[in-house]
């Protein structure tokens, strides 16, 4: 991490070229198209909304949402983002190396190109993902 919060290269190549993801109930996302920008509470409370790499999303899902099965995944491309994004430390849980995009600004529903449901695995809980974009939950309408 560059002192300014830029992600080095091979952090960015994380994000499986430019997709990250926010988490979501569907009467959130509703509420983002109607007036067009996604204002989670913690753009107030912290200054920024919390996004995630897709290989890191169920950290927070499983911290913030554990059991709820009505979770939203919001796919966002981050060339679309209009907000400073910086990269930055979880909580102190999460692995010691790993850091979180925070996007210090609203969510503009023209960044999110996809929505899925973030389904629980037998366990109840929210499983990881894999790098891979095509083992990635399939979208539902928008």
């Not at 198209?33 to 899902?61: C, D, K, W, Y």
């Not at 979180?100 to 109840?124: C, I, M, N, Q, W």
Request: proline residues 11%.
């Amino acid at each position: 991490m560059t002192a300014d919060n830029v992600a080095p290269a091979a952090e960015t190549e994380n994000v499986n070229g430019r997709m990250l993801v926010h988490l979501c109930t569907p009467a959130e996302w509703e509420q983002a198209q109607r007036i067009g920008e996604r204002v989670a509470p913690s753009l107030e409370s912290e200054g920024f909304l919390h996004l995630s790499a897709p290989h890191q999303v169920h950290l927070p899902a499983n911290r913030l949402f554990a059991g709820r099965d009505d979770m939203l995944l919001l796919w966002i491309d981050v060339t679309r983002l209009t907000a400073p994004l910086r990269w930055e430390p979880g909580v102190p849980d999460d692995p010691g190396s790993m850091r979180f995009p925070h996007l210090y600004g609203p969510l503009p529903v023209t960044a999110v190109v996809r929505t899925s449901y973030y389904a629980l695995d037998e366990k109840g809980t929210f499983p990881a993902l894999t790098a891979d974009p095509d083992q990635w939950p399939a979208s539902r309408s928008a």
